[in-house]
């Protein structure tokens, strides 16, 4: 016979039996199916509507569709950017977390232009330039894609006191350029900077597939499958005036894919993406400017870079 004590003490058996059951289905259960590729690959909502179908090429409005812009060439020369001297007093932070990659970048170049220029018969070293050989050195640096050299530079940085600033970080695009001299035998360095967001704009985000802000990582600019695009014009509001694609197309970090910089009007001017970076309208105007005149490797895929860094 069981006792009213004998009773209890199975109750309780069988509770806690129900309780290790549920604690070991929630601890292995659960965080597969949140790390699974297949859980993550296409979020129930994501920050953009019609991501991704809106960003592949096929989608894009031919013309005579809604949404199609011509693409226009660029018939002027922007204002010169800010001298290193001008970026160091108005953006110190971002100054100091720029010059070591640069500083790499225009020792690498100076070799290869001091080469080029040895090669033809000019010499950088020692003595003061012709006028002659400043001629020439300047038609061996137009056949390069050494001179204007550009690149990108994205970062999300804390801030919360900046109009720009969105979920406790402000993001910020820059396009940096570099002028060589062959009288002074040294790069002349500018750089233009534009408010932009990237996903939720939280770094510690970035594995988190349509939600989270573009991977750290060094992105090929204007590329898709190794394939140079450079700008396209895009009249849709998800895009106007127009995007840039960036490599890896597909099976980036963390598996994202499907990443631009463009822009955004009406309610999606500055507002949430999927990943993709994002900036006014007016600023898309700006940088395919100089994207036009200050980038002679904009079609190199090993030198087209924007360099994502957090």
């Given at each position: 016979m069981i006792t009213s004590h004998g009773r209890r003490v199975r109750l309780r058996s069988v509770f806690v039996s129900v309780l290790a059951v549920a604690a070991i289905s929630l601890a292995v259960v659960t965080p597969a199916a949140a790390?699974?590729?297949?859980?993550?690959?296409?979020?129930?909502?994501?920050?953009?509507?019609?991501?991704?179908?809106?960003?592949?090429?096929?989608?894009?409005?031919?013309?005579?569709?809604?949404?199609?812009?011509?693409?226009?060439?660029?018939?002027?020369?922007?204002?010169?950017?800010?001298?290193d001297e001008e970026f160091k007093a108005r953006d110190p932070q971002g100054f100091a977390a720029m010059l070591p990659e640069r500083m790499k970048i225009e020792r690498d170049l100076l070799t290869k232009v001091r080469s080029a220029l040895a090669t033809s018969g000019i010499s950088t070293l020692g003595t003061a330039m012709s006028a002659n050989d400043a001629v020439r050195a300047e038609a061996v640096l137009a056949t390069t894609v050494w001179s204007p050299y550009g690149y990108l530079r994205f970062t999300l940085v804390p801030n919360t006191t900046s109009p720009y600033a969105r979920n406790g970080y402000l993001g910020t695009l820059y396009f940096t350029y570099g002028i060589y001299s062959a009288t002074v035998d040294a790069y002349k360095w500018y750089t233009v900077s534009w408010p932009a967001r990237s996903g939720n704009n939280r770094p510690q985000d970035q594995s988190k597939i349509g939600i989270g802000p573009i991977p750290a990582y060094t992105w090929d600019f204007g590329f898709m499958y190794r394939l140079w695009r450079g700008y396209e014009p895009d009249g849709r509001v998800e895009f106007y005036p127009g995007k840039w694609r960036l490599d890896p197309w597909t099976g980036g970090p963390y598996g994202r894919s499907y990443l631009e910089v463009h822009g955004g009007t009406g309610t999606h001017t500055f507002a949430a993406t999927s990943g993709c970076i994002r900036i006014y309208p007016s600023a898309i105007s700006s940088l395919k400017v100089y994207y036009d005149t200050k980038m002679a490797n904009k079609k190199d895929p090993a030198s087209a870079h924007l360099t994502v860094r957090y």
């Open positions: 790390v699974s590729p297949r859980a993550v690959e296409r979020p129930a909502t994501g920050a953009e509507p019609g991501w991704p179908e809106s960003h592949l090429p096929e989608n894009d409005p031919l013309p005579g569709e809604a949404g199609y812009l011509p693409l226009v060439p660029t018939t002027i020369q922007p204002a010169d950017g800010m001298t």
